[in-house]
């Protein structure tokens, strides 16, 4: 019995301990990663200025950065589930400090589009190998929701930054303030250097166990391809529809909510800046806080209750006074985000030993749905206005609803027997 439990999948680490060594690397490295990322939106209000960019323009830089870091997401999955490729992850962010330095020095609208795709084209060979790391070093499946937390709060870290750099760097030195994340790529680079030598070790020690495992892991491919296909499918499809529209929202708030608070509250770029980062910062100790509570209260629930528990205060959030707009900021990015690492852990089970591929899935090609909202937002708030614009926006997570039609934890668990 010992050895069929073990048997479940290849992508199970041989260690039964969780590597917290290596889950807070890959977690600070996630965390440098994505404060690259958010500066881009951090920039429009000073691209906005210094350039006379539009919102629909705001909304294309937005939707080059996200398309690359989320479209290629998939594809880098599906192929380092069939060959894991450790120094994909070091090789990854030498594009990002190429993108930087051409963020910085950037003369134009076209240069800045292009030095947005070399940061998503680093950050969609990152994500999907970083998810692996994690999972490898969770350990035992008790773990897994823990693991992902301290991978994905990272990332939602280096989020947060973002209205800090904004406030702190890009308002005082301007665009070329940007040229200081070059560092911060060259450091990645360096952890990362680290983190693939420990994941080359891992491969050479699994591939051992994993000859062991070939025929059971045959036949257990035989009967997932059977009449739970379609379940699976549903499954899949609805999840990344649900992390679909928390992209939405998540973008409408961090790429045009500093607008509509400048015209709103008659506040200057910093003072906006500081609404966001309390809305990212919340949502960074949200997303660490949802995998143990997943471990503890199910994965489903805790999706549910992420995306529909949120939705009354964002219906509100539009109605109320400045001072109010930070408590609610706080709860409403607390809880839509507590879910955030609990869909790449929900997804990885849905579809056991295609890590990459689910990852790639729900963290890329779900964000790059969203990116076509950045686009679509921009446009709105040209044609209708940002407050209008806002009031749409603050519906989205009312389809956390469609949560209900998730397989719950225990019927998950029944599909992978």
Sequence with gaps: MQNAKNQTSPEETHEQQTMYKILVIIG???????SIQAVIPAMFPILEQSMGLSFTQLG????????????????VGLYTDKKPSPYALPIGLCFTFLGVIGLAIAPSFWV????VMFIGLGSATFHPEGSRVAYMAAGPEGKRGLAQSIFQVGGNTGQ???PLITALILVPLG???????????ALAVGLLMYIARWYSEQIKIRRLID????KSVGSAKKTFTGKKNNIVLFAISLLIFLVFARSWFHAGITNFYAFYLIDEFSISIPQAQVYIFTFLGAGAIGTFAGGPLADRFGKRNMIFFSMLGSAPLALVLPHVGAGLTYVL???????????FSVTVVYAQELVPGKIGTVSGLV????????????VALGWFADLVGITNTMLFIVTLPLMGILTIFLPSDKRLKAINR
């Design 28 to 34: 600070i490295v996630h965390l440098l990663n994505d």
């Design 60 to 75: 294309l830089i937005a939707f080059a950065l996200n398309l690359t870091a989320s479209i290629i997401q998939p594809v």
């Design 329 to 339: 900021l706080v709860i409403i990015g607390f809880t839509i985000l507590s879910s």
């Design 160 to 162: 947060a930054l973002a």
């Design 363 to 374: 963290i890329g090609l779900a964000f790059g749905m969203g990116a076509l909202g950045s």
């Design 175 to 185: 665009q070329f303030g940007a040229i200081w994340f070059a560092l911060v790529a």
């Design 211 to 214: 000859q062991t495992k070939n």
């Design 112 to 115: 800045i589009i292009l030095s």
